[in-house]
């Protein structure tokens, strides 16, 4: 038979132990709680892509492809008619390989996870993510964002695919609570083939942003990497500068293009060689991203060594020999074909 004094010692371990279960148990229901809060804020489900080019209707295709629901929007009609032709013929291309017994069926059912609309607002009212692939002109892209900041809601996140422009710039046309929740999200082309995808960072993007961007961006069966906003990003800095030396050489006659492609193909051992690279993205665009950072060379953001003028480019630019989009730049091209 138990003592007094060991029966009075006992019950009152035994309320220890249940105030110690009920603790952690409050603990552990508040972490659930809170993990269960943020996975529904940083979900992204739904997604609206505003442009339907090249890159937009990319965007779109691979975001459909990973289950999001999609809405395309740009200014006409006829635009979203392309964009949507340019996926179903890129979706088309896909199916040849995931489901050669039914093409049609796989993409059709790709295709409904996207609707369309020339409505800007309509187009953001559900939306959890907001994606400009636009014309490369940081006031019309300040506009739409500056537009959109009223029409989306509070939690929605907004991205800009911008290659060359600075995301914190284009971010200042929103208010600062969307400030926290925006980023340069930059895909390449052809999207649905590119893996890679480069996450830019301001000053303002909150951590959970970036968390729900890279999330996403590994639904769309991409490889997300991270940089801060700094002209060029990673891959544009490093390449821009190294193709702008490359025209340099054959400006001064140290090597020609085919010479200086062979060397780095071979010796380097890059896909395609500088010049080969110019023509494929347009030497017009090259000039016009160059143009660009001279303007970040005047406040020191980049060295102005690596974007001087060059009088070889500027002169194919004003001939119209663009690259393989107008049939000739450093090498010719049989569009016909």
């Keep these: 038979m138990l003592s007094p004094t060991l029966r009075t010692t006992l019950n009152i371990m035994s309320t220890i132990r249940t105030q110690m279960n009920l603790a952690a148990a409050n603990r552990l229901s508040t972490v659930h709680r809170h993990l269960s809060t943020t996975s529904q804020v940083n979900k992204i489900e739904k997604l609206t892509v505003f442009g339907a080019g090249l890159m937009g209707a990319g965007i779109a295709q691979v975001g459909a492809q990973s289950g999001l629901k999609v809405i395309l929007s740009d200014v006409t009609d006829k635009a979203l008619e392309n964009g949507l032709n340019i996926i179903s013929k890129s979706l088309s291309r896909v199916a040849k390989k995931k489901s050669p017994d039914d093409i049609e069926g796989f993409t059709s059912n790709i295709l409904k996870n996207i609707e369309t609309t ?50 914190k710039e284009i971010a200042e046309s929103c208010s600062n609570d969307r400030q926290a929740r925006f980023a340069g999200l930059h895909f390449f082309n052809p ?147």
């Design 118 to 167: 020339t409505d800007a607002a309509k187009a953001v009212q559900d939306s959890d993510l907001v994606i400009e692939a636009i014309i490369e002109s940081i006031k019309v892209k300040r506009d739409l964002f500056g537009f959109l900041d009223e029409k989306a809601k509070a939690e929605c996140i907004f991205a800009s695919n911008t290659s060359s422009l600075s995301v």
């Design 191 to 337: 999207v649905p083939a590119m893996k890679l995808v480069e996450i830019i960072k301001t000053p303002q993007t909150s951590t959970e942003t970036f968390e729900a961007l890279k999330e996403v961006t590994l639904r769309m069966n991409k490889s997300p990497v991270s940089c801060n906003d700094t002209p060029g990003f990673i891959v544009n800095r490093l390449l821009v500068p190294y193709l702008l030396e490359a025209i340099r050489m054959v400006e001064r006659g140290d090597a020609t293009p085919e010479d200086i492609d062979t060397a780095m193909e071979l010796g380097a051992g890059y896909p395609m060689g500088p010049f080969k690279l110019l023509d494929f993205v347009g030497l017009d665009t090259t000039s016009y991203i160059a143009q660009g950072w001279r303007e970040k060379a005047q406040s020191g953001e980049i060295s102005k060594e690596l974007v001087e003028p060059i009088g070889l480019l500027d002169k194919l630019v004003k001939e119209g020999k663009l690259g393989r989009k107008s049939g000739q730049g450093f090498y010719e091209y049989d569009n016909k074909k």
